[in-house]
C-alpha cells in the first residue's frame, strides 16, 4: 500500500511482509467490521453483549452499529479521523468502536481513570475530530474534565457523551444520534463503500512507550485481529466472556472484546473491577471464561466468602498483564480446580504486539515461572545483548520479537522508532529475559524504567517532571516498590529545598492540581536530604529501592 494511502504519522507493514503474513495464514485479510457480519450472520438472535442496564443479540448489535456508524458519516467524519474513546465498561463502548470500524474512523482509546494530563497530551497527539465519553463513572463527574479538554483541543469538533445527565452545551447524546438513522432509508450493503482496508490502521492505543509520555500505539486490523484470534484459540460460540479490566485497555480488546466477537461468543462487561463483583458477576451472567490481572486473583484469592459464590459456570480463568507471584499461580490452581474450573496461569502480552501463552506440554514448574511460548508460529522472539548480538538459551538479555502480531513503531515518534528497533527488524521489548531450548520465555525483570502496578506499566519520568515542579522540591526520583496484591507500587524519593517539608497528601493534592490521574500519583514518600547518585552522577534507583525495601522489611511489609 502507497504510504500517501495510508494513516499520517504510522508505518505501513511492508509489503513483502504482508505478503508472507497472508500466504502463511496468519493474517486473514479481515476488517473489525467483517468479523462482526460474520457472527452476526452465524448468531443473529444469540446474545452478544450483556451489561448491567442492556442486553444485545447480535442482530440488535449489529442494527446499533450501522446505524451509528451512518451518524458519523453525517457529522462528517472520514477515513483515517481519529475519535477518542474514553468509556467504562457499558455496552456503548462495542456500538462506538465497531461502528468506526465501518467507515475506517479510528478510535484513539483511553481508559476512565485517565485525567487531564493523559487526555490532554492524547488530544495533542492524535488531534482527534470527536470525543466520545461518559458523563459519569460511579462517583466520578467527568464534566469538569469534558470542559477543561474542550476549551484547549481545537481539533474536537464533536462532543458525543453516554450517561443519564443533563447535556453539555453543543454535546449529541451517543443514544439520540442512533435513533436518528433509519437503516431502511439506505441501499442494503450502503457502508460496504466504506469498509477500511484490512491493512488500514485499525485502531490507537496508548501505553508509556520509554520516555514517560503517553504513545499511541497503532495496530492495523490485519496484525491486531491476528492477536485476537491466538487469544481466543480455546474460546467457543457458547462461552460468556467475562471483561472485568478497563475496556479501553489492550488486555480487554486482546482478549474478552475482540476475542467474543471475532468467536461469536457472549461479552459480559462487569462494571468493577472488585472481587467481589466479579465473583458475583460470574454467577449473574453464568460466565464461562475470563481473564482477570494479577491484583484480582489475588483479591480473589484472599476472598472469605468465595465459596459462597456460585460459580458453577465457570470452566476457565487466566491471568495477564504482569507476573503472577509462583505461589498465588499454586494456589490459583487449587482453588480453581476444586469448582471444575481450569487456571490457565499468567499470559504475556503488551500493546505493542509481542504475545506468549502457555501450552499443554509444559512442566508444572514451567507454567509457574515462565509465560510460556510464542503465541503466533509466525512470530519471532530472541534474546539480545547491547550489540544486538543473539544469546545462546538460557542466557538473560534483552527480549525482542518481530512477525504478524508485532507492531511497526509508534504514532508519529520518529526518534523513539528509530531506538526501539534493531537492524534487523527486531522490536527491542524493554524486558529481560532467556529462552530455554524448548522456546520457553522466562521474564527476569526489565530494561526500560517501568513500574508494573496493577497490570499498568507506569514510566516514573513523567511522574518525576510533575513532583519537580512543586515549590518545596529540588530533587526527585520515582521507583517501583513490591506489592503482595499490586505487583509494585510508586515510591517517590524526594530531596527538599532548604526549611521545607511535604507530605504525601499534599504532594497528591499538588499533582491533581496539575491534572494527573491515578496512574501519576506515587503511593509513598520518603523524603531526603539528597538523593543517592552512582558515580557517574546519576540517580541510583537501585540505591533507592534497596533502601525503601529495607524500610518495609523493618515495617513487617515484606
Request: hydrophobic share 40%.
Amino acid at each position: 500500500m502507497p504510504d500517501a494511502d495510508y494513516l499520517e504519522g504510522a508505518n505501513p507493514y511492508p509489503s513483502s511482509a504482508i505478503e508472507q503474513y497472508t500466504a502463511q495464514g496468519w493474517w486473514l485479510g479481515l476488517t473489525y467490521g467483517d468479523i462482526l457480519d460474520r457472527s452476526a450472520a452465524r448468531y443473529p438472535d444469540k446474545l452478544a453483549v450483556i451489561d448491567e442496564r442492556t442486553r444485545l443479540t447480535y442482530a440488535e448489535l449489529r442494527k446499533s452499529v450501522d446505524r451509528f456508524a451512518i451518524a458519523l458519516l453525517r457529522l462528517g467524519v472520514r477515513r483515517y479521523d481519529r475519535l477518542l474513546l474514553q468509556l467504562p465498561n457499558r455496552h456503548e463502548f462495542v456500538i462506538a468502536f465497531f461502528a468506526m470500524q465501518r467507515i475506517g474512523a479510528v478510535p484513539v482509546l483511553a481508559i476512565p481513570r485517565h485525567g487531564h494530563r493523559e487526555v490532554s497530551y492524547l488530544c495533542s497527539l492524535a488531534e482527534p475530530v470527536g470525543w466520545v465519553v461518559a458523563l459519569r463513572d460511579g462517583e466520578r463527574d467527568f464534566l469538569p474534565l469534558i470542559e477543561t479538554i474542550r476549551a484547549e483541543a481545537p481539533s474536537l469538533r464533536h462532543l458525543i457523551v453516554v450517561g443519564d445527565d443533563p447535556l453539555p452545551p453543543g454535546a449529541l447524546a451517543l443514544e439520540e444520534l442512533i435513533a436518528t438513522v433509519e437503516l431502511d432509508d439506505h441501499p442494503a450493503g450502503y457502508l460496504q463503500q466504506f469498509r477500511p482496508d484490512p491493512n488500514d490502521v485499525a485502531l490507537i492505543m496508548p501505553t508509556g512507550g520509554t520516555t514517560g509520555l503517553v504513545k499511541g500505539v497503532p495496530r492495523t486490523h490485519n496484525s491486531y485481529l491476528a492477536s485476537i484470534r491466538h487469544t481466543a484459540e480455546d474460546l467457543r460460540p457458547d462461552d460468556v466472556m467475562g471483561l472485568a479490566t478497563p475496556i479501553g485497555h489492550s488486555m480487554a480488546q486482546q482478549g474478552a472484546v475482540g476475542g467474543s466477537i471475532f468467536t461469536g461468543a457472549t461479552l459480559a462487561l462487569v462494571a468493577s473491577p472488585q472481587a467481589r463483583t466479579i465473583l458475583e458477576a460470574i454467577g449473574r451472567y453464568r460466565i464461562t471464561t475470563i481473564g482477570v490481572v494479577p491484583t484480582q486473583i489475588e483479591d480473589m484469592l484472599q476472598c472469605p466468602d468465595f465459596d459462597s459464590y456460585d460459580l458453577s459456570s465457570l470452566r476457565r480463568i487466566k491471568t495477564a498483564g504482569a507476573a503472577l507471584r509462583s505461589e498465588s499461580a499454586a494456589k490459583a490452581e487449587e482453588l480453581f480446580a476444586g469448582i471444575g474450573a481450569r487456571f490457565d496461569g499468567g499470559e504475556f502480552g503488551s500493546s505493542e504486539g509481542p504475545a506468549a501463552r502457555h501450552y499443554p506440554d509444559e512442566s508444572p514448574e514451567v507454567f509457574r515461572t515462565s509465560v510460556g511460548r510464542p503465541m503466533c508460529p509466525g512470530d519471532r522472539w530472541k534474546v539480545i545483548d547491547e550489540e544486538e548480538r543473539e544469546l545462546p538459551p538460557n542466557v538473560e538479555g534483552e527480549l525482542a520479537a518481530r512477525g504478524p502480531l508485532v507492531f511497526t513503531g509508534y504514532y508519529k515518534s520518529d526518534a523513539e522508532n528509530r531506538e526501539i528497533f534493531t537492524a534487523d527488524g527486531y522490536y527491542r521489548m524493554g524486558d529481560l529475559g532467556k529462552i530455554d531450548e524448548q522456546g520457553h520465555i522466562f521474564v527476569t525483570g526489565r530494561k526500560k524504567d517501568v513500574i508494573q502496578r496493577g497490570g499498568e506499566g507506569i514510566v516514573p519520568s513523567e511522574m518525576e517532571r510533575l513532583i519537580s515542579m512543586h515549590p518545596s522540591v529540588d530533587a526527585a526520583a520515582v521507583v517501583g516498590i513490591p506489592d503482595p496484591r499490586l505487583g509494585e507500587k510508586a515510591c517517590a524519593y524526594v530531596a527538599l529545598k532548604p526549611a521545607r517539608t511535604l507530605s504525601l497528601e499534599e504532594l497528591t493534592t499538588f499533582l491533581r492540581g496539575l491534572g494527573a490521574g491515578k496512574l501519576l500519583l506515587p503511593e509513598r514518600l520518603e523524603t531526603v536530604e539528597v538523593l543517592a547518585r552512582t558515580a557517574l552522577g546519576k540517580v541510583d534507583k537501585k540505591a533507592l529501592r534497596a533502601d525503601v525495601e529495607r524500610k518495609l522489611r523493618q515495617e513487617g511489609v515484606l
